[in-house]
């Protein structure tokens, strides 16, 4: 599993993500949404979308982090990943992607803007292969990846999910 996984991340050009597993930009649209049109929550200008490959294995997770737009997620390969997302009202809700329909599994889904969002591989010793879509376009700027306390306090009845899926 090992060398598949690094043949994947070699294949696709894959670099280390900061919430985890491994990336590489695939997509940002030539137009760009100025600033003004973007309400509060944003600083400059957007494209009107980005996509990205993400790999994810076994032996990690993503952190819970959360950006300023809705992000859809998007199975390719491997073993199907279970998201596991927290609203601002703290209500916390799992969803399964992958394409065992049959299973209930997803193949597709759409994280709300703005709720915090965590991921992990289901099977072990595996990886999942998909792809997320920002619109507006990704920005580093949107990007929140909070440290566990400041989690805990403000979600102290997830406190178990939290501290699985967090690192600091």
Known sequence: MKTEIQTII????????????????????????????LGSNFSGNRNYTTAIYFLLTSDTFSAFHRI??????????????????????????????GNDLEKGELPQYVVPKK?????EVINADDYSLVGC??????????????ER????????????????LTRV
Do not use: C, M
């Open 10 to 37: 070699s294949q696709l050009s894959l670099q280390p993500h900061p919430e985890g597993g491994y990336f590489k930009e695939t997509y940002r649209s030539a137009g760009v949404i100025d600033e003004k049109h």
């Open 68 to 97: 300023n737009q809705d992000e859809i997620w998007h199975f390719h390969k491997g073993s199907a990943i279970k998201l596991h997302i927290i609203s601002d009202e703290g209500v916390y809700s799992t969803i399964i992607i």
């Open 115 to 119: 709720y915090w969002f965590a991921a």
């Open 133 to 146: 879509t920002v619109s507006p376009g990704f920005d580093f700027k949107d990007f929140e990846l909070p």
């Open 149 to 164: 306390a400041s989690l805990i306090t403000k979600f102290p009845q997830h406190k178990t999910i939290i501290t699985k």
